[in-house]
């Protein structure tokens, strides 16, 4: 765990960066600085590793001072992730990722080999290993700076908006990636971004930081959407506030038509105005209305339990017919969830 207490940094100007921040890290979990440029994530982060030091007030690591803890041996139980992935140009991604095992004094077969394992790891092609940082792509860089990061496998990583640099598609796959990634390692995590969709999807539990360094409030995704402390907060959290919130409602129990769905070739004698056909084994194929029997229309599908509200009416929207698709695992169709079944579950989600 990491323990801010009461810590302020000024710089030698006098610009307070940070205000006496008390908030704690939980170990394992994903923690997000989050607010607008200039309200001090990055000086907070940073502190932790001692690149810069506190003017008054303590950073713990499970309950150790870091100022008393010398920079280099701090930081071999960290790593840190930066925005442009900050490779050595001149050095093969493997050598690259291994950078921390040699200087710990690892062997170099031992060194290399790790690097190869956290390539795949963060989801690259081993034979990236020996091309150099510039005959990469820039996501695949920030995965490379992933892996550089966990080389020496440290129970905390630092992330400093490591994915702003890439395309919105690259972005979300690195997200993912990261989720996925922290599944399997429970690390103790503190990532700064200054885009609160994404502090939403990564963060355990996210703090908001207003200029002048200090906390707006820390909670989880779910319940700073739900209760913002203030009028900032409700301000950074912007319009779509209550959009984003369905990412938290489930779809566990909706109500769901199984009476809608035909399979394809068979007669379809009901009355509905939109039925779904299927395929022999309950593939979805497209909706068909009453009016146009022999054109199949556009569906989208969400998994009930496990895909969120946002999901099940993004699926429902995607369709002429205003209905969503319910799937299982494997993509077979398990029922309908209508207009109506959608109204019942997003007012009880309101109600609750
Ligand atoms: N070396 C420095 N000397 C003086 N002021 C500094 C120094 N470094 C940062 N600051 C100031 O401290 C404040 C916090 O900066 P910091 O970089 O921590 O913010 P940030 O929230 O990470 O911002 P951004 O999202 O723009 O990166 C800013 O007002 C910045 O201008």
Redesign the pocket.
């Known amino acids: 765990m990491i323990t801010f207490d009461a810590v302020t940094k000024r710089?030698?100007?006098g610009?307070v960066?940070?205000d006496a921040l008390s908030l704690e890290a939980p170990t394992g979990e994903i923690t997000v600085f989050v607010?607008?440029?200039?309200?001090?994530?990055?000086?907070?982060l940073r502190m932790i590793n001692r690149m810069i030091d506190a003017t008054e007030g303590r950073i713990l690591l499970d309950g150790v001072p870091v100022q008393g803890i010398d920079p280099p041996t701090l930081r071999r139980g960290i790593g840190y992730v930066i925005q442009q992935a900050g490779l050595f140009p001149h050095r093969k991604i493997v050598d690259n990722i291994a950078t921390v095992p040699y200087l710990l004094g690892w062997d170099r077969k031992k060194a290399r080999s790790r690097a190869m394992e956290l390539l795949e790891r963060v989801g690259l092609d081993p034979a990236m290993g020996e091309r150099y940082p510039f005959q990469l792509s820039g996501g695949q860089q920030q995965r490379v700076g992933v892996a550089r990061a966990l080389a020496a496998d440290p129970p905390v990583l630092l992330m400093d908006?490591p994915f702003s640099a890439v395309d919105p598609i690259v972005r979300t796959s690195l997200q993912d990636e990261l989720i996925r990634l922290q599944a399997e390692l429970n690390k103790t995590i503190v990532f700064?971004t200054?885009d609160i969709d994404e502090a939403i999807k990564l963060g355990d539990r996210v703090a908001v930081?207003r200029?002048g360094?200090r906390l707006a409030q820390l909670a989880d995704p779910k319940t700073l959407l739900s209760e913002p402390a203030d009028d900032f907060v409700r301000e950074f959290l912007g319009r779509d506030r209550g959009i984003r919130r369905l990412r938290f409602v489930s779809t566990e129990g909706m109500r769901l038509r199984t009476d809608l769905t035909v399979t394809e070739g068979s007669d379809d004698p009901a009355d509905e105005p939109w039925r779904l056909v299927v395929t022999a084994d309950d593939r979805p194929l497209g909706w068909v209305s009453r009016d146009r029997p022999g054109t199949l229309e556009p569906y989208g599908t969400f998994r009930p339990g496990h895909d969120s509200m946002r999901s099940a009416l993004d699926a429902a929207l995607l369709s002429p017919s205003g209905c969503a698709v319910a799937v299982d695992g494997e993509g077979r169709v398990v029922g309908v969830a209508t207009r109506e079944a959608l109204d019942e579950a997003l007012t009880e989600a309101a109600d609750g």
């Open positions: 710089y030698p100007d610009t960066a940070v607010g607008p440029s200039g309200c001090g994530k990055t000086t907070s908006e700064v200054h930081l200029v360094g």
